[in-house]
């Protein structure tokens, strides 16, 4: 008997321009949240134990200076799993959970001045998952989709709107699911890879202008708990874990994978050359790629990494 498969090949392109910073000088962290204002970034929440010892304290990044400074804390409770988005030049901060997730999710939503250091609440989040949502920022809104409820997943897709400070529900993902990475590019966000009952590689595009999801390309390899940025119109997926097991079982991973909206086609980029983890924050910085802190299996980090994409 003939068998036969069908083998997607991938172009090889490994990223070799990384540069290890300062380390974070808060507690070492998984689970937490970031965003960017202009030339500064912004980390906060998170857990500095493996499951618990929750955190809300806010640092700010210089990335002129590779300098932290402790900002005013999070006035919500401290928690994991937050979204975050910033337009113009407020950002806003909220859902999330802490451990056990049943009863212990939340719904609040704050907005961020970073010139005043200061909170103010807004009109809390109305959907059922209210952790592990993937957040994404397209045209002065600010879209969220899929995440966990507790109980079970979820696919409901909103958008909220600062103009109105108000939410609007809006097509469900095709596939409900949490532990999501994914990236803003133009109109569209791009949101793949996660958990339900399984490790997925799919990826889904969301067209804000006609309201649409559409699939796209596969990434390479799936992951858990991976996380995703875009530099100069392509999108970026880095690390994570392939989950094998009832709690956190499998393998933790190191590679980076590269996606090109234009030819629907991703690049793998090599290996970050630090420990593999999962949990991290990543963000960008005026065409640069940010790595902060996340976990491996014994212990949270603290150390912070830059790249630069392939020209």
């Not at 090889?12 to 000088?25: E, M, V």
């Not at 909220?160 to 569209?188: D, H, V």
């Not at 290996?271 to 593999?276: E, H, I, L, Q």
């Amino acid at each position: 008997m003939l068998l036969l498969s069908a083998c997607t090949e991938y172009q090889l392109a490994p990223i070799t321009n990384w540069t290890h910073l300062s380390d974070f000088p808060g507690a070492s962290r998984a689970s937490a949240t970031s965003f960017v204002v202009g030339e500064k970034a912004y980390v906060c929440l998170g857990r500095s134990g493996s499951k618990f010892d929750f955190l809300k304290d806010v640092w700010e990044y210089d990335s002129k200076t590779d300098s932290w400074t402790r900002k005013a804390d999070f006035p919500g409770t401290a928690r994991v799993k937050a979204i975050a988005g910033v337009i113009g030049t407020k950002a806003y901060v909220g859902l999330g959970d802490i451990a056990p997730h049943a009863g212990n999710q939340f719904n609040d939503f704050w907005e961020y001045d970073h010139v005043t250091d200061s909170w103010k609440l807004l009109t809390p989040f109305p959907g059922e998952a209210k952790s592990d949502l993937f957040c994404a920022v397209v045209d002065s809104c600010i879209y969220t989709t899929e995440g966990f409820t507790a109980t079970g997943f979820n696919s409901d897709t909103y958008k909220y709107s600062p103009k109105t400070n108000s939410w609007t529900q809006l097509k469900e993902c095709p596939m409900p699911r949490s532990g999501t990475a994914g990236f803003s590019i133009g109109s569209n966000f791009y949101v793949g890879t996660g958990y339900c009952m399984g490790n997925f590689s799919n990826f889904y595009c969301y067209n804000t202008s006609t309201m649409n999801w559409i699939k796209v390309a596969d990434a390479p390899t799936g992951r858990v708990l991976a996380k995703g940025l875009s530099i100069n119109g392509k999108g970026y997926i880095l690390m994570g874990r392939y989950w094998n097991g009832s709690l956190n079982g499998g393998k933790l991973l190191k590679d980076i994978q590269e996606y090109d909206p234009i030819q629907n086609k991703w690049t793998k980029c090599g290996y970050f050359p630090g420990d593999a983890r999962q949990n991290m924050v990543v963000f960008t910085i005026n065409g640069r790629g940010y790595v902060v802190g996340g976990e491996d299996d014994t212990e949270r980090k603290k150390d912070v990494w830059m790249f630069t994409p392939n020209p």
